[in-house]
């Protein structure tokens, strides 16, 4: 039996939102702002944006990465 037109459009329309959903959950994810710090000799720190000295680096980050930017 044919599908009706509107079901066979809804359900298409309904697939495509539900990957744009997936896409935009998994960029927000993927885009969370991280740092690893590597220090002489091999060790290395794992920073967290929203401490004490995440916010520092990331401002100063910021500040490198707009001044890059107008050069």
Do not use: C, N, Q, W
């Not at 794992?46 to 050069?71: K, M």
């Amino acid at each position: 039996m044919i599908e009706k037109p509107h079901r066979f459009l809804l359900d298409r329309v309904s697939s495509y939102s539900e990957e744009g959903r997936a896409y935009l959950r998994r960029r927000r994810i993927r885009s969370r702002p991280f740092a690893r710090v590597r220090y002489p000799g091999g060790t290395e720190v794992r920073i967290d944006p929203d401490g004490e000295r995440g916010l520092e680096l990331f401002a100063v980050a910021r500040t490198l990465i707009d001044d890059g930017e107008r050069a």
